[in-house]
């Protein structure tokens, strides 16, 4: 009984001798492997261990800088145009890096498989485009800037006029519509559509340079006038695109619009209608026709679709020039017009 005793006791004793070495075994392996693994690092110069990079936020190596974040990785995709100059997204991004430094930018073609799905899914018109993973919400920067950003998707795309900054290139034009101011042929190479206020001054300059294009031009080239009337600056403009479209009705829109620009700071002083229907009796216009036509804001529902596509195109201001795909704003000077307009029939 004793020797049994004896012999478990010895049994027992060995077996906690041999849990006792794989334990030590195993954290030897631990440590050993820690060890190695920031020796190697340090002889190769591949990396550093965690315990070295808890301590520090800040350190260098190999002739660089390295920062810890508490933000996310923040991928964005810069669907650009190689060869187009003003598409250029590199001012974007520098200021984008500085707002959210940990963005992990990559380019992608608008002519790719790739980019042209997400321009589909993301609904976008012009270029640099610029979509942000949805760690952006994330980061401090978009809890203080919202207003620059659409979802979409579970995607983040960037509102670059928000920042003042022009498309560099447009991917689709305004739609050209039946009821729109038009002249020139509708089969022309070279489509110039044009968003407008009558009682911008900007606009006004620009107009006779519009004017004088048309002259040029002729059937060569598509000229199409939308509205803008941007009524907080210019309380008169809605109520003159209004007139001006009761007097396409009579075919004399070109010729009121002569008028609208010529007299603009008289009626833009003005109140009421009388004056733009005193221009559609000099203008020799059925004036019970167009007096009712403009009485009932009977073309409303069209400037408002022109202000919806202004919107869609992220337009603010006017004039608004797209030739072809080229976009231009402001009081564009004749040569810089018509030098747009010949670059597009050349091709």
């Not at 002739?63 to 990785?73: D, L």
Request: hydrophobic share 40%.
């Amino acid at each position: 009984m004793e020797e049994n005793l004896k012999t478990i006791e010895i049994d027992q004793e060995k077996k906690r001798i041999k849990n006792l070495i794989s334990i030590i075994i195993l954290l030897s392996g631990i440590l050993v492997g820690s060890l190695f693994v920031d020796v190697m690092q340090l002889f190769k110069g591949g990396g550093f261990s965690q315990k070295n990079l808890n301590k520090t936020d800040v350190f260098e190596a190999n002739g660089k800088t390295w920062a810890a974040f508490s933000e996310p990785i923040v991928n964005v995709w810069v669907i650009t145009d190689e060869k187009c100059e003003t598409c250029d997204p590199s001012d974007v991004l520098v200021w984008s890096r500085r707002v959210m430094p940990t963005i992990n930018a990559q380019k992608v073609a608008y002519n790719s498989e790739e980019g042209q799905k997400m321009i589909v899914t993301n609904e976008i018109k012009s270029l640099p485009a610029f979509i942000f993973s949805k760690t952006v919400k994330e980061t401090d920067f978009y809890g203080q800037a919202q207003v620059l950003f659409t979802e979409k998707n579970g995607q983040f795309v960037m509102n670059t006029q928000e920042l003042g900054l022009e498309p560099g290139k447009y991917i689709e034009m305004p739609k050209i519509n039946e009821g729109d101011a038009k002249f020139g042929s509708e089969n022309a190479k070279v489509k110039v559509v044009v968003f407008s206020d009558f009682q911008c001054p900007y606009c006004k300059a620009f107009y006779k340079n519009l004017r004088e294009a048309m002259k040029e031009f002729g059937d060569r080239v598509l000229f199409d006038v939308k509205h803008l009337p941007l009524e907080d600056a210019h309380p008169r403009a809605q109520d003159a695109a209004l007139a001006s479209l009761c007097a396409l009705e009579q075919g004399k829109f070109w010729e009121y619009a002569d008028k609208l620009y010529a007299d603009q700071a008289s009626w833009s002083t003005g109140k009421g209608n009388q004056t733009f229907k005193n221009y559609a009796g000099a203008l020799k216009l059925n004036w019970k026709k167009f007096s009712d036509c403009l009485d009932s804001k009977k073309y409303q529902a069209q400037v408002e679709n022109d202000k919806n596509e202004a919107l869609n195109f992220n337009i603010a201001g006017t004039p608004a020039i797209f030739v072809n795909d080229t976009f231009q704003t402001g009081a564009v000077g004749y040569a810089e017009f018509k030098k747009a307009i010949e670059d597009e029939l050349s091709k």
